[in-house]
């Protein structure tokens, strides 16, 4: 049966790839029901739209939820497209079938109310009433924020600002701006936007209320610009765990638990990740919640490198689901693993190819050919030698460097010392050519002191340096 509903699905998994989309084959870890419960708002959609085009064994339920989460709401473009994935994939489904009589109503209704609240916010503007104005603003933004006017959404947004007169007004000024900067992933406006929401002169007690929501969209800001360093230290600074699930609109407290354990091991090392992530107090919390996580840095942080991979293996699928998360699950992916390879050569001055297979071997992949691009790349410093099946370690450690460095210096000091003994004997022999404006016997100025000896002295020691003039030559 399972066999047979997935090669219905094949046409339209055709046309998911050839869109760009990644295709799931294998079975998440995940229950649909209730990974969707943790969130909340229109997120809700885009998490369902995503696992329908890309899961293969959750295609049908995932598109059958979406169609009726966009029938919740305002958004006929939301609606449509849940129903072109579910038409194209099971036509015989009843979600298949075309609500006309919705769309027309909703479509009559959303225009009602935009009449409605713009005339409210004239009204609002003649009476001059900056807080009726504000309010004006942002409900005009909310409702165009709902029907999926993300442009008209963010004018009235920005149109809050002038009439903000508080603290607590500006932070929901920014916090709405930043609703309508993720759905249009603008990761550089939001990096702005986060730095205005908290101003100086907050209190102690809204400034720790509002540090998740912050860490958390500064954090999905950076992961969406490839800044993982930035972005674990985000996440694994995100506060109470409480806290944080008020704003399950974003992201929920789980995912703040895998972002901030996977990018911190793809940017850490082991006394970091010691430190900041198993050792951090308000992040254990988070972690209590994705148990797998925690124990992938644990086992990194033991050197148990074949098993911190084979944990992450078994949740790429997964991975691969999230909003935020799936197109930089392979890079990560990539980086933990240099890693782990890079961490386990550190005590070996010599290792043999069969052995490392036995602990980084791929089914369907050469490990040699990865290990020779990363030398290539310079994250490895090692020489593969093919007739001996061995990887060589070059040394780097800081010690060897030195003592390199100080023989150097010591042999061209040597070299330096034996051309002034020369010159100076040579002066002293009168062996040197002289130029004609030359002052004294001395000789150029590089020879400090050597203009100034006297013509007597020279005369009395000349008979012994023509007698040395042999010895002189061998110099």
């Known amino acids: 049966m399972a066999s047979d509903q997935h090669s219905a699905l094949l046409p339209f998994f055709s046309v ?38 890309c899961s293969v064994p959750l295609c049908l339920d995932a598109l059958k939820a979406a169609v009726v989460e966009a029938k919740q709401g305002k958004d006929i473009q939301r609606y449509l497209d849940a129903w072109e994935c579910v038409r194209l994939a099971a036509p015989h489904e009843p979600e298949a079938q075309y609500d006309e009589i919705w769309v027309t109503a909703i479509t009559k209704k959303n225009k009602i109310l935009t009449s409605q609240l713009e005339s409210e916010l004239k009204g609002y503007k003649n009476n001059l009433v900056k807080e009726s104005i504000r309010i004006g603003h942002r409900d005009l933004g909310e409702h165009f924020e709902s029907i999926g006017s993300l442009d008209g959404a963010s004018d009235a947004y920005i149109k809050m600002r002038p009439d903000a007169t508080s603290t607590a007004h500006v932070v929901e000024v920014c916090k709405h701006m930043i609703s309508v900067m993720l759905q249009k992933r603008d990761w550089a406006g939001i990096l702005a936007t986060v730095n205005k929401m908290m101003p100086h002169n907050m209190p102690v007690e809204e400034a720790n209320a509002e ?27 995100a506060g109470d765990h409480n806290m944080c699930q008020r704003y399950n609109d974003v992201a929920s407290s ?29 992040f254990r919390n988070y972690l209590e919640l994705e148990p797998h996580i925690r124990k992938a840095v644990s086992m990194f942080v033991n050197c148990r490198y074949s098993a911190c991979l084979e944990i992450l293996e078994r949740y790429r699928s997964d991975y691969l689901l999230d909003v935020y998360l799936q197109k930089h699950v392979t890079k990560i992916f990539s980086l933990i ?4 390879i890079v961490q386990f050569l550190i005590p070996f001055s010599c290792v043999t190819l069969h052995s490392m297979k036995a602990v980084f071997g791929k089914p369907d992949e050469s490990l040699e050919a990865e290990l020779i691009s990363m030398i290539k790349a310079g994250e490895l410093q090692a020489r593969v030698n093919t007739i001996d099946k061995l990887l060589v370690m070059t040394s780097t450690e800081p010690r060897v460097a030195m003592q390199t460095r100080s023989l150097d210096i010591i042999k061209q000091y040597e070299r330096e010392a034996l051309e002034r003994i020369r010159r100076m004997s040579l002066a002293a022999a009168d062996l040197e050519v002289k130029a004609p404006n030359r002052k004294g016997l001395g000789g150029a100025g590089a020879l400090p002191g050597l203009g100034e000896i006297l013509v007597d002295d020279v005369a009395n020691g000349q008979s012994h340096a023509v007698e040395g003039a042999g010895d002189i030559q061998l110099l």
């Open 16 to 53: 998911m790839e050839s869109q760009g989309g990644i295709i799931v084959k294998d079975m998440p870890k995940l229950d649909l029901e209730l990974y969707i419960a943790n969130y909340k708002g229109r997120t809700r959609f885009d998490r369902l739209l995503l696992i329908g085009q």
């Open 211 to 237: 540090q998740p929501y912050q860490r958390m969209v500064a954090g999905l800001a950076y992961l969406g610009s490839e800044k993982y360093a930035e972005a674990a230290k985000s996440f694994l600074d």
């Open 254 to 282: 789980n995912d703040v638990a895998t972002y901030g354990g996977l990018l911190a091991l793809a940017s850490m090392d082991r006394n970091d990740l010691q430190r900041m992530v198993l050792d951090n107090s308000s």
């Open 337 to 340: 693993r240099k890693k782990c």
